[in-house]
């Protein structure tokens, strides 16, 4: 089993930064590590993943060049800095663990989930 701690997140203002951290913990078996958002009545979106090991990320296009997702394997821990807030960034951000091969986009791809983080953008 693997749990996941979620950490960071809270209210900026748009234009701000903040950096989510993850930290795994029990039998980790897992190859990849993703973040995604919910807003109220929908799904959860893919945000970006990465690797454990390697250079492999992806990110969805409405984050790319202002997030950036990095792991530290040291400490067992998966970041998501998010730059250049904007008030649609506001949502609740999940981690999320894959122990399948590959990265992919749907939340379904992946086998375990922390417990969520708000964060709010004010314009």
């Known amino acids: 089993q693997v749990q996941l701690e979620q950490s960071g997140g809270g209210s900026v203002q748009a234009g701000d930064s903040l950096r989510l951290s993850c930290a795994a913990s029990g039998r980790i078996f897992t190859q990849y590590m993703a973040w995604f958002r919910q807003t109220p009545g929908k799904e959860r979106a893919f945000v970006a993943a990465?690797?454990?090991?390697?250079?492999?990320?992806d990110y969805d296009d409405s984050v790319k060049g202002r997030f950036a997702i990095s792991a530290d394997t040291a400490k067992n821990t998966v970041y998501l800095q998010m730059n250049s807030l904007k008030p649609e960034d506001t949502a609740v951000y999940y981690c999320a663990a894959r122990a399948g091969p590959g990265i992919v986009q749907s939340a379904y791809g992946y086998d375990y989930w922390g417990q969520g983080t708000q964060v709010t953008v004010s314009s």
């Open positions: 990465t690797a454990w090991f390697g250079l492999n990320t």
